[in-house]
């Protein structure tokens, strides 16, 4: 058997191992492993090859962003900023036709913006956002398709850990795909919000809906009130955005910088408003230890497995079949994107990175793509995933949210995927528009 041929089959192999249930990081260990040792025909030296790989790829710099930023996300989720986003969007567009459910996406980017968490808005945005849409006679599949599709937010804009995952794998700036991901984090969230309306058009044809009723906690009695209750929430808020994204932005400061600085933020926040105890505190740095330890296994392993195709000349056969077809780049972008729509269906978001893209970024390097350029459309392709069956990840979590809070009697799994729907269209909307003019991420001509 060829190394090619290997390589090909550690690729069907470590599919069908996710596929089986078995976890991301080990399976990319197996496959890497016993990869290698076929096409050396030496175990000891595929043992040492992967543990320098690993080494390699944990002590770049750059790989500090990841702690920081999970510890932030955790502290500001503490101090209830999740709540905050919400109510600060359904203030300013719940009077509006379809406002709560755009305030559901607005509220969603805005969190997003200071987590990129999609697990824990799933299940706050499902506690708060879908009894308020059905108290207003939204249908109840678009109330929870937007719940679940909003989710999509949390790993495109910044900071988002998947792209710290893709970066590291493709060794590209975590900065870069920082700045990149905002813009096209906008129009996505637009193109939500305009779902959200044309939803809501075409339902109140039919049924009545109502359009204002009170926040979720008092404004006060006057706009005067009300403003200055909106300012108090959102000042904070404004101000961690503000400074960790506009620092990286106006270059004070690194990626791994702003995370730090993010960390710090959160932590003042957290204490300002009193709700850190030293258990908590605790608990938070411990779950930071086991989110990070759980990111340190997959990219260790992530950098085995593209070691391993590497050796196995798999993306250099690709490169070569591809050039002897003339196949254009927009014809493997779409190949490409194809993948990752089928991939997402059965698994989760980084497992179809890591499948991915180690087998593809070699042939988009040939083809002169700019990888921050693939990396957002990978997100959003991804994230696509999550909402599609049979195992979209963040339906399954809406439907849970929902059983626990005694919600989920008359809606089904298939009405959250049938109700996010709209929501996919219009993600595959943004995807193609940013195919076709890359300036959008790339900002260059």
């Not at 204002?212 to 209750?229: H, N």
């Not at 339906?395 to 996919?424: E, M, N, W």
């Amino acid at each position: 058997m060829s190394a090619v041929e290997i390589g090909a089959l550690g690729f069907g192999c470590l599919t069908l191992l996710i596929y089986l249930g078995m976890h991301i990081s080990s399976a990319l260990l197996l496959v890497s492993y016993v990869g290698i040792s076929l096409i050396r025909d030496d175990w000891s030296l595929a043992g040492h090859l992967l543990g320098q790989t690993a080494t390699d790829a944990l002590t770049k710099y750059e790989f500090g962003t990841a702690p920081l930023f999970v510890l932030m996300g955790l502290l500001v989720l503490a101090a209830g900023v999740g709540r905050d986003c919400f109510i600060i969007a359904e203030r300013l567009l719940g009077r509006f036709h379809g406002g709560i459910g755009q305030a559901t996406v607005a509220g969603n980017a805005i969190f997003a913006a200071v987590t990129g968490v999609s697990i824990a808005a799933v299940v706050m945005f499902t506690r708060m956002a879908v009894p308020e849409m059905l108290k207003r006679g939204y249908p109840a599949r678009l109330a929870v398709g937007v719940v679940a599709s909003s989710s999509m937010l949390g790993m495109l804009i910044p900071p988002s850990v998947l792209m710290i995952i893709y970066a590291v794998v493709t060794e590209t700036s975590v900065g870069d795909m920082y700045k990149a991901g905002v813009l096209p984090g906008l129009m996505l969230s637009l193109a939500f919000m305009v779902t959200v309306a044309l939803s809501m058009r075409r339902h109140s044809a039919h049924h009545a809906v109502t359009s204002a009723l009170p926040p979720a906690v008092p404004a006060g009695d006057g706009s005067g009130a009300q403003f200055l209750s909106l300012w108090r929430l959102g000042l904070p808020i404004a101000t961690l955005i503000g400074v960790v994204l506009g620092g990286m932005y106006a270059g004070w400061f690194t990626a791994t910088e702003a995370g730090a600085v993010g960390a710090a933020g959160g932590l003042i926040l957290a204490a300002a408003r009193r709700v850190l105890t030293p258990r908590s505190f605790w608990a938070i740095l411990m779950d930071t230890g086991y989110v990070t330890a759980s990111i340190v296994l997959i990219i260790a392993a992530a950098a085995m497995f593209t070691r391993f195709l590497a050796i196995s000349g798999l993306p250099s056969f690709l490169n070569g079949w591809i050039a002897e077809h003339q196949f254009t780049l927009l014809a493997v972008v779409a190949v490409y994107v194809l993948l990752l729509l089928v991939l997402g269906t059965a698994l989760d978001s980084v497992s179809t990175v890591l499948i991915a893209v180690p087998v593809f970024v070699p042939v988009f390097k040939e083809l002169g793509a700019d990888l921050v350029w693939i990396g957002i459309i990978t997100m959003i392709a991804v994230e696509v995933g999550l909402i599609t069956p049979p195992l979209g990840l963040s339906a399954f979590i809406v439907k849970g949210t929902l059983d626990a809070d005694g919600l989920g009697r008359h809606i089904s799994l298939q009405d959250i995927y049938v109700g996010s729907l709209p929501f996919c269209a219009a993600a595959l909307a943004v995807i193609a528009l940013l195919i076709a003019f890359p300036v959008l991420v790339t900002g260059v001509l």
